[in-house]
């Protein structure tokens, strides 16, 4: 197996045993780059020197008795996440000579553990509603890979970085990975620093991460202090007890038939290892959930882009201009309803978690749409966002067209760690058909 090809975790253990050198990873995820960026297009910066370099004084410091939990790592960057090295252009034409002087407080906390930044990954305009990314699905380029975060999913699930960061505003992190089958956590909103990002949504945008399995993202967890430090999410712990939710969501009548599969397949495989599952319909109130997600995007977009989209405006993306007019602001009683239906709703949702552990519902409509106008809609997840509870995305199946098409499992509101562990011991249960992209791509090679 080349070191490219190995999870987060596994290379992460190799090096702290002495059998990988950083250098060696970064060389040959960035020969994997170079091979596959042609088709695929994850990545709008790159510094080769600087990569090898810096992987190279990981190396020297862990000699030297450093140990960080991501040493020696190369990880990359949705490019609306401020880097000091390479350039932040949110993929918009306004901002290609735009290099930020610090490095956001997600980027510095993943170089602090030791990570190497490998590049800059493409991404929707703003993350929000611009041009779209030119990444290409891995298994397909007819198919979209999904946004906003496109280039980080692609490029983890096509073996080119262990892990990256992405955010999630309504459905950009468990969305794409749904449609790459790779797995990825949105944190419990505000649980992860947002300082060093251009928000869209001040009270919706989540830092999250892409990796090839649960212990990858733990992995990753346990820097940011959603795991105890050296903690690991205990794969091996008893099924009895164990109380999971399937949630169709009041979003069921936008479900495709894939995605109908996924979320059927995930229940059965689960009820035939034993796990007690039951059906779990939400309250009424969770009915005015989209719209109300739809009202603090728009709204609080609008204030967040004030001021490019009266300085900047031709320069600005027509989707841009239309979303997020300065005229939504005039109606703060609409954004002031939208906030208690989603208060409502959390209160509901804690007493819904009184009963279960975890919930299990759609990561996405189904499976990656053809083309490349639209990244798909976020449908199943814009809701999750605006409750703010952590979200974890576990490949499950593939659609007609042979694409992945994943779950997501949810825990409440802040037990990040719950569901880290609880993900740890049902993903092998759910993932068992070796869906995801990553996979695919080392069978066929």
Known sequence: M?????????????????????????????????????????????????AVQAAREQDKRRRDGARGLLSG???????????????TTHN????????????????????????????????VEFAAFGRVAATTHPLNAAHTPGGSSAGSAAAVADLQVPFAFGTQTGGSLIRPASFNGVYALKPTWGRVSAEGVKLLAVSLDTIGWYGRGVADLALVAQVFRLLPPDAAPEDDAPLRGLRVGICRSPQWPSIEPAGERALEAAAQRLRDAGVTIADVTLPAAFNDMSAAHLTVIETEGAAAFLDL????????HP??????????????????DAYRVAERCRAELDRVFGDYDVLVTPAARGEAPHGHASTGEAVFNAMWSLLHVPCLAVPCTTGPNGLPVGIQLIAAEHEDAKLLRVAARLAPIIDIEGTGTGKAVMNAE
Do not use: Y
């Open 2 to 50: 080349e070191p490219h090809q190995l999870s987060a975790a596994e290379a992460a253990r190799q090096i702290r045993e002495g059998c990988l050198t950083g250098e060696a990873l970064m060389r040959s995820c960035l020969d994997r780059v170079d091979a596959r960026d042609p088709v695929v297009k994850a990545w709008l910066a790159i510094d080769r020197e600087r």
């Open 73 to 87: 790592l190369p990880f990359g960057v949705k490019d609306m996440i401020d880097t000091a090295d390479l350039p």
């Open 92 to 123: 918009s034409p306004a901002f290609q000579r735009n290099q930020p002087v610090h490095d956001a407080a997600c980027v510095a906390r993943a170089r602090h553990a030791g990570a190497v930044l490998l590049g800059k990954t493409d991404t």
């Open 309 to 316: 989209l009266e300085s900047r405006r031709d320069s600005m």
């Open 319 to 336: 989707a841009m201009l239309e979303r997020l007019s300065p005229d939504r602001l005039d109606k703060p009683e609409v954004l002031r």
